[in-house]
């Protein structure tokens, strides 16, 4: 039986593909119909001020501003820092971030970006002697091209590690020597925070800019934060405009995504969730479990013979989704409409899955 998309009660708890199919509880609803509002457009809009003073202050820059997506703030932090009148940026990132692999044709669309995707550490930070010799190797003389080093944290695709402030600290630190900006695309910074029990702030300290989800595993219906120096905000705000992501009565979306600012101690519940589904999984025959050297939400697996796209769209077959990757293995991420028994539930399909596979094909042992 096919996995039915309009029973939303059962489709949540037992839709891995992500962290976005969170949806906003009766709290968030309630922020939303007594948000007060005003006009964005004209900075007059209490809720979502007070949304980017209290974001600021969560991340430890002097301002925030609240943008539609992360994917715009990522494409904001790219524009900002390459300054009014530059040349083509340039973006050193790891090959396996989101925006090398999902966010690079907007990077080079709209910001006129060169990408240089670097090879990564298993923790999912940039490789630190690949980043040297990218940046040693920037052309001399001419008009200086701006450059921008990103990192991401969490990786998602190192299994959703949290990269601890010193270790991005090392990448900044290179970057800066050579005199680029450095981005952290925070889309999941707060799951790294919980994960580090540390304050979101210092893991955004090392970096120049910062983008941070409030629509991911905090819940929120939508939104993001840009956090940076007073001068590069008001940089991107006037960015922002351009590019079409100012809204109206924002307070409508500000109101619930300060509820979510409020939730950051709540991800610890999807961490041990994931636990359980990492170590359920390990139990399961055939099924490779991969291991971050800290772990948040995010879980990895493959089963050798069998592709990603076929592992997830036979395991939908069980009432179970999740989301296919380009390296062969599929992606599940925990959130607040998971438990333990979404957890078991989903390595008992596995298991079933990865039983009738081996029965379908005599002569191949999972």
Request: glycine share 8%; proline share 7%; net charge negative.
């Amino acid at each position: 039986m096919a996995y039915d998309v309009g029973d939303q009660d059962t489709a949540a708890g037992l839709d891995f593909r992500s962290d976005t199919r969170t949806m906003p509880d009766a709290e968030m609803r309630a922020a939303m119909a007594e948000a007060r509002v005003g006009d964005d457009v004209y900075g007059d809009d209490p809720t979502s001020s007070a949304l980017e003073q209290e974001g600021a202050l969560l991340l430890g820059t002097e301002a925030a501003l609240f943008v539609p997506t992360s994917t715009m703030a990522n494409l904001l932090a790219v524009l900002a820092a390459s300054g009014p009148d530059s040349a083509r940026p340039r973006v050193i990132t790891g090959a396996h971030s989101h925006m090398a692999f999902l966010e690079d044709a907007g990077l080079r669309q709209f910001a006129g970006a060169d990408l240089l995707p670097l090879a990564q550490q298993p923790d999912g930070l940039p490789d630190i002697s690949r980043l040297t010799e990218a940046l040693t190797a920037l052309p001399s003389g001419g008009p200086r091209q701006p450059t921008v080093v990103c990192v991401e944290n969490t990786s998602m695709m190192h299994g959703g590690s949290a990269l601890e402030a010193s270790a991005v600290g090392e990448v900044a630190d290179q970057a800066r020597r050579h005199g680029a900006h450095v981005h952290l695309d925070g889309a999941r910074l707060a799951n790294a925070a919980v994960a580090l029990d540390v304050p979101p702030a210092e893991l955004a300290r090392p970096a120049d800019s910062v983008t941070f989800s409030v629509s991911k595993g905090l819940g929120a219906p939508a939104g993001a934060l840009l956090g940076g120096s007073s001068t590069f905000v008001a940089r991107a705000r006037e960015l922002r405009e351009r590019l079409g992501g100012t809204l109206h009565q924002a307070g409508v979306l500000a109101a619930p995504a300060l509820v979510a600012l409020r939730r950051l101690p709540e991800l610890a519940a999807d961490h041990t969730t994931a636990a359980l589904l990492a170590d359920q999984l390990a139990d399961v025959p055939g099924a490779e479990v991969s291991w971050p050297p800290h772990p948040t939400n995010i879980v990895m697996v493959r089963c050798s013979g069998l592709p990603a796209a076929q592992f997830a769209e036979r395991l939908a077959d069980r009432g179970v989704r999740v989301l296919p990757l380009p390296d062969g293995r599929v992606r599940f991420v925990v959130h607040r409409a998971h438990d333990a028994d979404s957890a078991r539930s989903a390595a008992r399909a596995v298991a079933a899955m990865i039983g009738s596979t081996a029965v379908a094909q005599p002569g191949r042992h999972p």
